[in-house]
Protein backbone atom coordinates (compact mmCIF):
# COMPACT_ATOMS: atom_id res chain seq x y z
CA UNK A 1 0.00 0.00 0.00
CA UNK A 2 1.17 3.64 -0.66
CA UNK A 3 -0.61 6.05 1.43
CA UNK A 4 -2.08 9.20 -0.18
CA UNK A 5 -2.60 12.58 1.64
CA UNK A 6 -5.17 14.93 -0.22
CA UNK A 7 -8.23 17.05 0.98
CA UNK A 8 -11.10 18.55 -1.72
CA UNK A 9 -9.59 21.73 0.39
CA UNK A 10 -6.09 21.71 -1.74
CA UNK A 11 -8.51 23.01 -4.80
CA UNK A 12 -9.95 26.36 -2.93
CA UNK A 13 -6.74 28.32 -3.20
CA UNK A 14 -7.87 30.16 -6.05
CA UNK A 15 -5.11 30.97 -8.36
CA UNK A 16 -7.30 32.99 -11.28
CA UNK A 17 -7.86 32.63 -14.70
CA UNK A 18 -5.33 31.00 -17.13
CA UNK A 19 -2.94 30.38 -13.82
CA UNK A 20 -0.68 27.35 -14.53
CA UNK A 21 -0.91 26.52 -10.79
CA UNK A 22 -4.38 25.90 -10.75
CA UNK A 23 -6.90 22.80 -9.06
CA UNK A 24 -7.70 21.25 -12.06
CA UNK A 25 -3.47 20.12 -11.47
CA UNK A 26 -4.62 17.88 -8.70
CA UNK A 27 -7.90 16.87 -10.11
CA UNK A 28 -6.63 15.03 -13.13
CA UNK A 29 -3.99 13.75 -10.75
CA UNK A 30 -6.95 12.28 -7.74
CA UNK A 31 -8.96 10.70 -11.33
CA UNK A 32 -6.44 8.64 -12.60
CA UNK A 33 -5.02 7.19 -9.40
CA UNK A 34 -9.00 6.66 -8.44
CA UNK A 35 -9.16 4.85 -12.11
CA UNK A 36 -5.90 3.05 -12.09
CA UNK A 37 -5.05 -0.50 -11.94
CA UNK A 38 -3.16 0.46 -8.59
CA UNK A 39 -6.39 2.24 -7.04
CA UNK A 40 -6.83 -0.89 -4.44
CA UNK A 41 -3.26 -0.43 -3.55
CA UNK A 42 -3.70 3.16 -2.38
CA UNK A 43 -4.84 4.16 1.25
CA UNK A 44 -6.14 7.78 1.05
CA UNK A 45 -5.96 10.26 3.98
CA UNK A 46 -7.36 13.63 4.94
CA UNK A 47 -4.53 15.64 6.64
CA UNK A 48 -4.97 16.56 9.68
CA UNK A 49 -7.27 19.58 10.63
CA UNK A 50 -5.76 22.81 11.33
CA UNK A 51 -7.79 22.33 14.82
CA UNK A 52 -6.20 19.45 16.08
CA UNK A 53 -2.34 20.52 15.16
CA UNK A 54 -0.71 24.20 15.25
CA UNK A 55 1.27 24.19 12.27
CA UNK A 56 2.08 28.02 12.29
CA UNK A 57 4.66 26.77 14.81
CA UNK A 58 6.04 24.42 12.26
CA UNK A 59 5.74 27.30 9.72
CA UNK A 60 7.66 29.49 11.90
CA UNK A 61 10.96 27.32 11.81
CA UNK A 62 10.87 28.40 8.53
CA UNK A 63 9.75 31.66 8.15
CA UNK A 64 9.55 35.21 9.91
CA UNK A 65 6.59 35.73 11.60
CA UNK A 66 6.63 39.00 9.48
CA UNK A 67 5.76 36.98 6.67
CA UNK A 68 3.13 34.21 7.87
CA UNK A 69 1.10 37.60 8.96
CA UNK A 70 1.40 39.12 5.84
CA UNK A 71 0.09 36.06 4.00
CA UNK A 72 -2.89 36.10 6.63
CA UNK A 73 -3.65 39.43 6.29
CA UNK A 74 -3.60 39.34 2.64
CA UNK A 75 -6.10 36.44 2.55
CA UNK A 76 -8.18 37.88 5.38
CA UNK A 77 -8.04 41.02 3.14
CA UNK A 78 -9.58 38.82 0.09
CA UNK A 79 -6.41 38.18 -2.19
CA UNK A 80 -3.84 39.95 -3.59
CA UNK A 81 -0.36 39.20 -4.76
CA UNK A 82 2.44 38.13 -3.16
CA UNK A 83 4.67 38.41 -5.89
CA UNK A 84 3.73 38.83 -9.67
CA UNK A 85 3.54 35.15 -10.03
CA UNK A 86 1.72 34.18 -6.72
CA UNK A 87 -2.05 35.25 -5.88
CA UNK A 88 -3.33 34.63 -2.91
CA UNK A 89 -7.69 34.49 -2.39
CA UNK A 90 -9.43 34.28 0.34
CA UNK A 91 -9.00 30.85 1.00
CA UNK A 92 -5.08 30.44 0.67
CA UNK A 93 -3.65 30.91 3.79
CA UNK A 94 -5.93 28.21 5.36
CA UNK A 95 -5.21 26.19 2.37
CA UNK A 96 -1.45 26.71 2.51
CA UNK A 97 -1.40 26.08 5.95
CA UNK A 98 -3.25 22.28 5.65
CA UNK A 99 -0.78 21.79 2.97
CA UNK A 100 2.12 21.96 5.51
CA UNK A 101 -0.20 19.54 7.62
CA UNK A 102 -0.50 17.34 4.77
CA UNK A 103 3.23 17.20 4.45
CA UNK A 104 3.70 16.28 8.41
CA UNK A 105 1.14 14.16 8.00
CA UNK A 106 3.18 12.36 5.37
CA UNK A 107 6.43 12.20 7.77
CA UNK A 108 3.85 10.31 10.30
CA UNK A 109 2.74 7.55 7.52
CA UNK A 110 6.36 7.19 6.45
CA UNK A 111 7.72 6.45 10.12
CA UNK A 112 4.64 4.56 10.97
CA UNK A 113 4.76 2.24 7.91
CA UNK A 114 8.04 2.41 6.95
CA UNK A 115 7.08 2.58 3.02
CA UNK A 116 6.52 5.55 0.78
CA UNK A 117 3.49 7.94 1.44
CA UNK A 118 2.72 10.76 -1.25
CA UNK A 119 1.35 14.23 -0.71
CA UNK A 120 -1.21 15.31 -3.03
CA UNK A 121 -1.10 19.35 -2.13
CA UNK A 122 -1.29 22.52 -3.35
CA UNK A 123 0.15 25.24 -3.01
CA UNK A 124 3.64 24.17 -3.94
CA UNK A 125 6.66 25.31 -1.57
CA UNK A 126 10.24 25.08 -2.84
CA UNK A 127 10.76 28.61 -4.00
CA UNK A 128 8.96 30.22 -1.02
CA UNK A 129 11.93 32.01 0.71
CA UNK A 130 12.02 32.30 4.62
CA UNK A 131 10.73 36.41 4.07
CA UNK A 132 8.67 35.78 1.13
CA UNK A 133 6.57 34.12 -1.35
CA UNK A 134 7.18 33.67 -4.92
CA UNK A 135 7.14 31.01 -7.81
CA UNK A 136 3.29 29.95 -7.03
CA UNK A 137 4.77 29.08 -3.67
CA UNK A 138 3.56 30.38 -0.51
CA UNK A 139 5.13 27.57 2.74
CA UNK A 140 8.15 25.40 2.35
CA UNK A 141 6.72 22.63 2.56
CA UNK A 142 9.80 20.42 2.40
CA UNK A 143 11.79 22.02 4.47
CA UNK A 144 9.04 22.35 7.01
CA UNK A 145 8.66 18.86 6.65
CA UNK A 146 12.54 18.17 6.95
CA UNK A 147 12.36 20.45 10.36
CA UNK A 148 9.30 17.84 12.09
CA UNK A 149 11.35 14.88 10.63
CA UNK A 150 13.80 15.43 12.66
CA UNK A 151 12.11 16.15 15.94
CA UNK A 152 10.68 12.11 15.54
CA UNK A 153 12.54 9.16 17.22
CA UNK A 154 15.27 7.80 16.00
CA UNK A 155 15.65 10.40 13.20
CA UNK A 156 18.97 12.30 12.86
CA UNK A 157 19.41 13.22 9.03
CA UNK A 158 16.93 13.77 6.81
CA UNK A 159 17.70 14.60 2.55
CA UNK A 160 15.82 16.66 0.33
CA UNK A 161 15.75 15.35 -3.61
CA UNK A 162 14.43 17.79 -5.51
CA UNK A 163 13.75 17.20 -8.95
CA UNK A 164 11.21 19.43 -10.00
CA UNK A 165 12.49 21.21 -13.48
CA UNK A 166 12.67 24.39 -11.46
CA UNK A 167 15.64 25.15 -8.42
CA UNK A 168 14.04 24.87 -5.15
CA UNK A 169 15.70 28.13 -4.26
CA UNK A 170 13.75 28.53 -1.09
CA UNK A 171 13.98 25.05 -0.15
CA UNK A 172 18.13 25.62 0.18
CA UNK A 173 17.91 28.96 1.79
CA UNK A 174 16.26 27.61 4.64
CA UNK A 175 18.23 24.24 5.24
CA UNK A 176 21.66 24.76 3.95
CA UNK A 177 23.11 25.68 7.20
CA UNK A 178 21.58 22.75 8.94
CA UNK A 179 24.33 19.88 9.44
CA UNK A 180 21.17 17.35 9.45
CA UNK A 181 19.33 18.25 6.41
CA UNK A 182 20.70 17.68 3.01
CA UNK A 183 19.62 19.27 -0.25
CA UNK A 184 19.67 18.21 -3.72
CA UNK A 185 18.25 19.23 -6.90
CA UNK A 186 18.69 18.60 -10.60
CA UNK A 187 16.55 21.62 -12.72
CA UNK A 188 17.25 23.36 -15.62
CA UNK A 189 19.61 25.83 -15.86
CA UNK A 190 19.82 28.97 -16.72
CA UNK A 191 16.19 28.93 -16.11
CA UNK A 192 13.76 30.34 -13.40
CA UNK A 193 14.61 31.18 -10.40
CA UNK A 194 18.16 31.46 -11.76
CA UNK A 195 19.57 29.78 -8.67
CA UNK A 196 21.52 26.51 -8.39
CA UNK A 197 24.18 27.16 -10.63
CA UNK A 198 25.77 24.51 -9.23
CA UNK A 199 28.96 26.20 -7.16
CA UNK A 200 26.38 25.71 -3.89
CA UNK A 201 27.64 23.46 -1.10
CA UNK A 202 26.86 25.07 1.81
CA UNK A 203 28.84 25.34 4.99
CA UNK A 204 28.56 21.64 5.74
CA UNK A 205 28.81 20.04 2.43
CA UNK A 206 25.07 19.63 2.45
CA UNK A 207 24.02 20.91 -0.72
CA UNK A 208 24.22 19.52 -4.16
CA UNK A 209 22.60 21.24 -7.06
CA UNK A 210 23.06 19.60 -10.41
CA UNK A 211 22.31 22.22 -13.39
CA UNK A 212 20.50 20.21 -16.17
CA UNK A 213 20.54 21.40 -19.51
CA UNK A 214 17.83 22.29 -21.91
CA UNK A 215 16.41 19.18 -23.92
CA UNK A 216 17.88 16.57 -21.20
CA UNK A 217 16.31 13.16 -21.20
CA UNK A 218 16.19 10.20 -19.13
CA UNK A 219 19.81 8.71 -19.77
CA UNK A 220 21.31 12.43 -18.78
CA UNK A 221 19.27 12.04 -15.66
CA UNK A 222 20.21 8.44 -15.19
CA UNK A 223 23.98 9.47 -15.84
CA UNK A 224 23.96 12.29 -13.08
CA UNK A 225 21.80 9.66 -10.55
CA UNK A 226 24.57 7.26 -10.59
CA UNK A 227 27.32 9.17 -10.67
CA UNK A 228 26.30 11.97 -8.40
CA UNK A 229 23.34 11.92 -6.64
CA UNK A 230 23.32 8.29 -5.02
CA UNK A 231 26.67 8.23 -3.92
CA UNK A 232 26.21 11.86 -2.52
CA UNK A 233 22.79 10.73 -0.54
CA UNK A 234 24.57 7.17 0.51
CA UNK A 235 27.73 9.29 1.68
CA UNK A 236 25.07 11.48 3.57
CA UNK A 237 23.22 8.39 5.02
CA UNK A 238 19.94 10.32 5.82
CA UNK A 239 17.00 8.22 7.99
CA UNK A 240 14.63 9.48 5.83
CA UNK A 241 13.93 10.88 2.52
CA UNK A 242 11.94 13.53 1.01
CA UNK A 243 11.15 14.16 -2.43
CA UNK A 244 9.90 17.67 -3.52
CA UNK A 245 8.40 15.98 -6.65
CA UNK A 246 7.66 18.12 -9.30
CA UNK A 247 6.78 17.18 -12.67
CA UNK A 248 7.45 20.31 -14.97
CA UNK A 249 10.18 18.53 -16.57
CA UNK A 250 8.10 16.31 -18.55
CA UNK A 251 8.50 16.98 -22.48
CA UNK A 252 4.62 18.45 -22.89
CA UNK A 253 5.16 21.05 -19.88
CA UNK A 254 4.31 24.45 -20.80
CA UNK A 255 7.28 26.18 -18.45
CA UNK A 256 10.37 24.14 -19.37
CA UNK A 257 12.47 22.43 -21.99
CA UNK A 258 13.36 19.28 -20.24
CA UNK A 259 12.59 16.06 -22.61
CA UNK A 260 11.65 13.63 -19.93
CA UNK A 261 8.48 11.19 -20.47
CA UNK A 262 5.98 10.34 -17.57
CA UNK A 263 7.49 6.80 -17.47
CA UNK A 264 10.82 8.10 -16.70
CA UNK A 265 9.70 9.46 -13.44
CA UNK A 266 9.52 6.00 -12.23
CA UNK A 267 12.71 5.22 -13.15
CA UNK A 268 13.58 8.34 -10.67
CA UNK A 269 11.34 6.55 -8.26
CA UNK A 270 13.11 3.41 -8.63
CA UNK A 271 16.60 5.28 -7.58
CA UNK A 272 15.78 6.69 -4.49
CA UNK A 273 14.22 3.34 -3.39
CA UNK A 274 17.36 1.60 -4.32
CA UNK A 275 18.80 3.89 -1.14
CA UNK A 276 15.66 3.87 1.46
CA UNK A 277 11.52 2.92 1.25
CA UNK A 278 11.34 5.57 3.88
CA UNK A 279 10.02 8.18 1.19
CA UNK A 280 7.79 10.77 1.23
CA UNK A 281 6.85 12.48 -1.94
CA UNK A 282 5.24 15.73 -2.18
CA UNK A 283 4.14 17.57 -4.99
CA UNK A 284 5.61 20.51 -6.39
CA UNK A 285 5.25 21.52 -10.40
CA UNK A 286 4.09 20.26 -13.33
CA UNK A 287 1.35 22.10 -15.47
CA UNK A 288 0.37 19.60 -18.30
CA UNK A 289 -2.49 18.01 -16.51
CA UNK A 290 -2.26 14.74 -18.70
CA UNK A 291 1.79 14.24 -18.36
CA UNK A 292 1.56 14.94 -14.85
CA UNK A 293 -1.51 12.69 -13.68
CA UNK A 294 1.01 9.82 -15.42
CA UNK A 295 3.83 11.00 -14.05
CA UNK A 296 2.36 10.88 -10.50
CA UNK A 297 1.10 7.20 -11.42
CA UNK A 298 4.48 6.08 -12.43
CA UNK A 299 5.99 7.08 -9.39
CA UNK A 300 3.23 5.27 -7.08
CA UNK A 301 3.56 2.82 -9.12
CA UNK A 302 7.41 2.33 -8.98
CA UNK A 303 6.76 2.46 -5.11
CA UNK A 304 4.89 -0.57 -5.64
CA UNK A 305 7.54 -2.46 -6.88
CA UNK A 306 10.07 -1.96 -5.24
CA UNK A 307 13.43 -3.30 -5.19
CA UNK A 308 15.82 -4.12 -2.45
CA UNK A 309 16.77 -1.10 0.32
CA UNK A 310 20.99 -0.63 0.20
CA UNK A 311 20.86 1.92 2.46
CA UNK A 312 20.31 0.19 5.55
Given amino acids: MVAIIYSDVFLEHITGFGH ?8 AIVERLRQSQWAPSLDWHLPTTLENRNVVDWILKAHSADYVAQVRSLAQKG ?15 EVACLAVNAWLD ?36 AAIAAFYALEQP ?8 DWDVHHGNGTEAIVATHPNIAYCSLHEYPHYPGTGNGKE ?16 TLPDYQAKFDQVVIPFLKAFGPDLLI ?25 LTQYCLSLTPRILFGLEGGYHF ?9 TIAACLTPPEPTLR
Fill in 243 to 267: VSAGYDANADDPLANINLNPSDFGE
Fill in 79 to 93: GGRLDGDTPISQQSF
Fill in 106 to 141: GIDQVLATQQPAFVLSRPPGHHALPDRGMGFCVFAN
Fill in 290 to 298: ESLSASVEA
Fill in 20 to 27: PERPGRLT
Fill in 154 to 161: NIQRVAIL
Fill in 201 to 216: RGPHGTVLNLPMEACS
